[in-house]
């Protein structure tokens, strides 16, 4: 998602607020998540003549200590790339963060990509047994009187340097070739994430497909999203799944003001475990509402040939637990897109760390966010 908001006073309060210690008691089994440690990576840095910001993905490549953020920039600053940082975890806080590279995103036949390709990079993941990187792009959707845009979303694997190997095949239901059918505008895949010694990955949209219902509104009612998952091994999708998006949580001022949630990101937890990050924002209010859940597979309903979840809803769709609500920080939270699993901490317990995404905009920060996840 692209925002659209010049939030001045989420900088000025920033500035404002202290912070310490969170921590929320999920269901019995189910991890607790204590927070640790707030990073910011400052607005208007620069590394190697590339302007970082829009930071809407991470992975953490436990072979080399480094991290992977996703650039979602199209090509309006520099051309569509990826960084790498390392940094250290000392006494439950991030420290001596620095930048190790960036990597543009190519072609198979090696050129670049650029703003007139319309791709929309918004996740990644490393897979360190190939050494390859996989990363989704959201796609184009633009349909007015005076342009007509459609471009598919696509889930991309590349080399470590980022030229595309291949794609994977995208299921049916997500082409934009015609109206009212597939994604909305900037609602497409949103989140991935590999299980099962990375033969497996599952991937997410941000929002419903016109197929399948509205966009999430204040109603308190379901609003359907899909994930797929994928066999690596053939490139083909093994499975759909339907999961129940929740309404969004703030009334927007006005009224009829934007307003928005959806999948941010995923995490796979195992082979059918699935940790989900929805992110909801009404104008008017300083803080996104960034919520975490999990959700199951066993059981739910295989909707890979179920072209429309309004004519035929699904049998039996996932279920999902809060595990943990941002808001229980009071601390100003911006627009988290990205997370995943780093090293393990001190204690034995994994490390969780998320990052928001700026926009490219001064008053909003690119927040990195340290968890323990304790049993």
């Known amino acids: 998602m692209k925002s659209t908001i010049f939030?001045?006073?989420?900088?000025?309060?920033?500035?404002?607020?202290?912070?310490?210690?969170?921590?929320?008691?999920?269901?019995?089994?189910?991890?607790?998540?204590?927070f640790l440690d707030q990073y910011i990576i400052p607005n208007g840095t620069v590394f190697e003549q590339t302007k970082v910001g829009g930071l809407s993905g991470i992975d953490y490549d436990a072979s080399k200590n480094r991290y992977f953020f996703m650039c979602d920039d199209r090509g309006e600053?520099?051309?569509?790339?990826?960084?790498?940082?390392?940094?250290?975890?000392?006494?439950?806080?991030?420290?001596d963060f620095t930048f190790l590279s960036v990597d543009t995103l190519k072609k198979q036949n090696?050129?670049?990509?650029?703003s007139n390709d319309a791709i929309d990079p918004e996740d990644m993941r490393y897979n360190a047994r190939l050494n390859q990187v996989v990363?989704?792009?959201e796609g184009e959707r633009i349909e007015n009187a005076k342009q007509k845009l459609l471009v598919n979303p696509s889930v991309n694997i590349a080399d470590s340097n980022g030229k595309l190997l291949y794609q994977l095949?995208?299921?049916?239901?997500?082409?934009?070739?015609?109206?009212?059918?597939?994604?909305r505008k900037n609602t497409a895949f949103e989140g991935l994430s590999?299980?099962?010694?990375?033969?497996?990955l599952f991937v997410s949209n941000e929002g419903p497909l016109y197929q399948d219902g509205e966009l999430a509104d204040i109603e308190d009612k379901k609003y359907w999203c899909r994930i797929i998952r994928y066999d690596m091994q053939p490139g083909e999708k093994m499975a759909q799944y339907a999961y129940p998006l929740s309404p969004v949580v703030d009334k927007p001022f006005p009224a009829?003001?934007?307003?928005?949630?959806?999948?941010?990101?995923?995490?796979?937890?195992?082979?059918?475990?699935?940790?989900?990050?929805?992110?909801?924002?009404?104008?008017?209010?300083?803080?996104?509402?960034?919520?975490?859940?999990?959700t199951n597979l066993k059981g739910a309903t295989d909707i890979q040939n179920n072209n429309s979840l309004i004519k035929n809803p699904a049998k039996n769709p996932l279920q999902k637990k809060l595990l943990f609500d941002f808001n229980s920080l009071h601390i100003p939270i911006d627009n988290?897109?990205?997370?995943?699993?780093?090293?393990?901490?001190?204690?034995g317990h994994r490390s969780l760390l998320f990052i928001s995404d700026n926009n490219f905009n001064f008053f909003q920060r690119t927040q990195l966010l340290l968890f323990d996840v304790g049993e």
């Open 169 to 183: 095949a995208i299921p049916a239901q997500f082409m934009v070739s015609q109206p009212g059918i597939g994604p």
């Open 336 to 347: 988290i897109e990205g997370f995943c699993f780093g090293p393990r901490l001190a204690n």
């Open 110 to 114: 090696g050129s670049i990509y650029h």
């Open 135 to 137: 990363w989704v792009s």
């Open 194 to 200: 590999f299980c099962n010694n990375d033969k497996n």
């Open 256 to 294: 009829t003001a934007f307003r928005v949630n959806g999948i941010a990101a995923i995490l796979a937890l195992g082979q059918n475990e699935l940790l989900v990050l929805e992110r909801s924002y009404s104008t008017g209010k300083l803080n996104m509402s960034i919520r975490l859940y999990y």
């Open 7 to 34: 939030a001045l006073f989420i900088f000025l309060l920033f500035s404002c607020y202290s912070y310490g210690q969170a921590s929320q008691h999920p269901a019995e089994g189910l991890p607790q998540f204590i």
């Open 77 to 95: 600053h520099n051309p569509p790339r990826f960084y790498t940082a390392r940094f250290l975890i000392d006494s439950n806080k991030i420290k």
